[in-house]
């Protein structure tokens, strides 16, 4: 329902658009229900605000506001000041630390204002040995150019791993691990899951 | 064998008692498993570990544990416990003599006879063993390597005075159903072990190992008559049973023969005569070895964690041999027992208590001087193992040791804090005590010309250790790396000390009481550089120092001031390929004064700096790894190691005098075959 009323007022605003209606894309830090509770309910009671939609499984907020009552970087500023790190702007770590537990995100990176690395937990079902498969699988997404940290947890069944999405995408990662094929002959039919 | 075969009726019988109590109560036994419950009872053996990736690693125990694992043991070949530590900084590994290339591990600085040397946990390579100790083990039965620097638990002994290794040899039950690693250098020393494991059924599991080492070629380079390696003729079989009944119960017993001949001195000497004259110089020593040893353990049903560990040890060594015309024949009989009693306390305390007896009987005879003697030291322990809180632990343990002379207390504190949870810091404190073997430790007193003078009677050693340990892990760039820093002090209250200076044509070996120090600082930096090449670098400082009443403040000889090993491993991502470069810069290090020829003598000159390479690069394949390597790549060797050579019966002629490698550039190929398990 929610969405379909997005896209309504979206569609009406773009109808009556004006110099004034802008629709924009933020980078925002969050990874629950919670949070999309907090961010859209402080935003859409705002002047100027037409419409906000936060997704969470792609860290983006969507925003039409009107440019001549609040910027973009006014957003933002609200945004960071509940405890979310936006594109520009870094919450400060008190905020952070009060946010409730389940909205305890994994932070921007602290050096530079653009996001470069994407960190993904995976869940990988289906691996028989530690050496053989975990190590294995942890080694060839290492190996990928764009990845810079990969982690197989063997006994957890969990991977951790960082990478650069302009140089590889989390589906190319997913595809690696599926497709897998360990040294020593075994076929194994692993299932990635995608935690948050 | 008789005596095996008592033993092993007598393990059965807890075996057995333990068995009915514990099906009757279950729910306490699944409370801890059987390798926490082991790993409470033999405290060195943690396997539990912070560095999972590396090869060495640092264990999270709170006495200061570095871990050399078999992968570690694997990126330099070869080939026996004494060539194991090339990749190492912590443990240096120096010749004893000039000609039978006998070799011992130094740690903190200090020889290798103040480090308690550990077979799974039992004193095996002590005593007459020692000297040539380091050979009997071949590296392809290790499964790791640990280095405790300091005093370490009470629980293992009282001889441990600047730190100890603890050797543990593969695992049974998790070995692959057959081994086979071949090597083969430039000189054709020929390296062979196949291992066969096998798993009876659920509980009982075997492990055979047949170790040959041969080298019989005469290498002599360096112009001085003397081989420059000893030949070796080593038959080493081995066999450990390992039982585990899933319920707290484990039980394990190695049996061990060994044969080894060895022959070094002049190239023209005759090495199939018997005995030698005085037309020639040559040593030839034939050792017999037979070592048992075991641990059986379990866990106390009752509602509070309680184990009892039993542990024991018999050796039996012979040698026969001579050393020009001295002959030099010695036998010794070794037991020893401990027993463990451990149980929590509250949800705080841990304690270790219990009883150990050693008993040693050694028969030496240099030329015509008989050296026999008798040892039995009693001891009880109790240890502490305090953990207030998640972040700091502190074992306090004190043991008391009857010695022949006297009751030894010995005290040792250990403390560990985790300031963050990448970062650790360690403090420790202890004495350590323990009985030299003069001839068999000092091998260069048996083979010099130069006269040995006993001052007096020689009295247990002890020393006073206490340092302070950091590491700290990291993550930089996305890339793991870990930094530790080592600070150690050892100052003995009594040792024995050989004195190589105030009299150039005999070594004086007397007590001496609170005249000897031993500092050292290390700094190692691990770093993984690129993704597939991790970096390590290494520094350490060592000042050991003895104050003489003609001379003041003396460094001891033979001992590297400053040292550097840094080293770079490859892996590839496939892991099919494995490189590694080792650079190990060696300082210069004080040398004793020489007596000459001309009646001159040099006092107090100073060795060289020097280097060594090693490199090795691996291929593994599907069931099979080829390696190839080279030793000592740049060639360097101590061309003068024999004083008075050319007139081995002569008064000058002194073999004490190495500080550097003996044998130059060692080239080398191997093959390791690994038979897997089929799975369906």
Request: proline share 3%.
């Amino acid at each position: 329902m929610k969405k379909l009323r997005n896209i309504f007022w979206m569609l009406l605003f773009a109808f009556s658009a004006n110099a004034q209606t802008v629709n924009d894309t933020i980078v925002v830090y969050a990874n629950c229900e919670h949070c999309i509770e907090r961010i859209e309910g402080v935003l859409k009671p705002t002047a100027g605000i037409l419409s906000a939609r936060m997704d969470v499984s792609v860290g983006k907020l969507f925003v039409s506001y009107n440019s001549q009552t609040i910027s973009n970087d006014q957003i933002q500023k609200m945004v960071a000041n509940i405890g979310h790190d936006t594109k520009n702007y870094r919450a400060a770590d008190n905020i952070y630390k009060d946010l409730p537990a389940c909205c305890k995100y994994e932070r921007a990176p602290l050096l530079g204002k653009q996001v470069k690395y994407q960190t993904a937990n995976l869940l990988i079902t289906g691996m028989t040995c530690a050496e053989g498969c975990a190590k294995g699988i942890e080694l060839k997404i290492y190996q990928q150019n764009g990845v810079k940290f990969s982690e197989v947890n063997y006994e957890k069944q969990k991977a951790k791993i960082v990478f650069d999405p302009s140089k590889i995408s989390l589906q190319k990662i997913i595809q690696l691990i599926v497709d897998f094929k360990p040294e020593n002959g075994e076929i194994n039919k692993y299932e990635v899951t995608v935690l948050p | 064998m008789k005596k095996n075969i008592i033993i092993c009726v007598f393990l059965c019988l807890p075996f057995i008692k333990i068995n009915a109590q514990t099906s009757k109560d279950q729910s306490s036994i699944n409370k801890a498993d059987t390798s926490a419950g082991i790993n409470s009872i033999h405290l060195l053996k943690s396997a539990e570990v912070t560095f999972e990736k590396a090869g060495t690693m640092i264990s999270i125990s709170p006495f200061k544990t570095e871990i050399i694992s078999n992968k570690e043991l694997r990126k330099a070949a070869c080939c026996n416990l004494g060539e194991s530590f090339e990749t190492n900084a912590t443990v240096d590994v120096t010749y004893k003599d000039a000609v039978s290339g006998s070799k011992e591990l130094q740690l903190l600085g200090l020889s290798g006879s103040y480090i308690q040397l550990l077979t799974e946990n039992m004193p095996i390579i002590a005593g007459l063993g020692l000297t040539y100790g380091l050979n009997t083990v071949p590296g392809s039965q290790i499964e790791s390597i640990s280095i405790v620097k300091g005093p370490g638990s009470v629980v293992f002994g009282p001889e441990s005075l600047s730190g100890s290794i603890n050797l543990e040899l593969k695992n049974p039950s998790k070995e692959v159903p057959l081994f086979i690693n071949y090597y083969m250098d430039e000189n054709f020393r020929n390296e062979i072990n196949i291992d066969v494991a096998k798993k009876i059924n659920t509980k009982w599991s075997t492990l055979f190992s047949f170790h040959s080492d041969i080298f019989n070629k005469k290498v002599e380079e360096n112009g001085d008559d003397f081989l420059d390696m000893p030949m070796i003729q080593n038959f080493n079989i081995l066999n450990k049973w390992k039982y585990e009944n899933g319920k707290g119960f484990i039980s394990q017993h190695t049996l061990r023969l060994m044969n080894e001949k060895r022959m070094a001195g002049q190239k023209q000497f005759d090495y199939s005569k018997s005995e030698a004259d005085l037309s020639s110089w040559g040593q030839k020593l034939n050792t017999n070895r037979l070592e048992y040893y075991g641990k059986t353990g379990f866990i106390i049903p009752s509602a509070t964690f309680q184990s009892i560990g039993f542990q024991y040890s018999l050796v039996s060594h012979a040698q026969n041999g001579f050393a020009g015309i001295k002959a030099y024949d010695a036998s010794q009989l070794s037991a020893n027992v401990r027993l463990i009693y451990n149980r929590e306390i509250g949800a705080h305390h841990s304690i270790n208590t219990g009883v150990s007896l050693k008993i040693e009987n050694t028969k030496e005879q240099l030329a015509l001087a008989n050296y026999d003697r008798s040892e039995n030291v009693m001891g009880i322990f109790i240890e502490d193992t305090y953990k207030p809180d998640a972040r700091s632990t502190l074992v306090l343990g004190l043991r008391a040791d009857r010695f022949p002379n006297k009751t030894y207390l010995i005290p040792r504190a250990n403390y560990k804090f985790s300031i963050n949870e990448n970062t650790d810091l360690r403090a420790s404190i202890g004495v350590g005590v323990r009985s030299p073997h003069l001839l068999a430790e000092n091998p260069a007193i048996v083979f010099s010309s130069r006269k040995y003078i006993l001052k007096s009677n020689l009295l247990p050693e002890s020393a006073l250790n206490f340092g302070a340990n950091l590491t700290h892990e990291f993550l930089w760039n996305y890339r793991k790396g870990a930094i530790n820093f080592d600070w150690y002090q050892t100052n003995f209250k009594n040792r024995m000390r050989i004195d190589y200076d105030t009299d150039p044509k005999s070594f004086l070996i007397y007590n001496q009481s609170n005249a000897s120090t031993s500092k050292t600082f290390q700094v190692e930096l691990m770093y993984k550089i690129l993704k597939t090449v991790e970096w390590k670098i290494a520094y350490k400082y060592l000042d050991v120092i003895t104050f003489t009443d003609s001379i003041g403040k003396l460094s001891d000889p033979f001992i590297a001031k400053n040292r550097i090993v840094t080293s770079l491993y490859y892996e590839s991502f496939n892991r099919k390929w494995k490189a590694n470069f080792t650079l190990n810069l060696v300082g210069s290090k004080r040398l004793p004064a020489i007596h000459l020829h001309d009646s001159t003598s040099k006092p107090f000159l100073q060795s060289p700096a020097y280097q060594t390479i090693n490199l090795q690069l691996t291929r593994t394949f599907k069931q099979t790894e080829v390696y190839i390597g080279a030793e000592n790549m740049l060639d360097f060797k101590q061309l003068t190691h024999l004083t008075g050579s050319d007139d081995p019966y002569g008064p000058y002629f002194d073999v004490s005098n190495i500080w550097g490698p003996m044998d130059g550039r060692r080239i080398y190929i191997g093959v390791r075959f690994k038979l897997s398990e089929i799975k369906k």
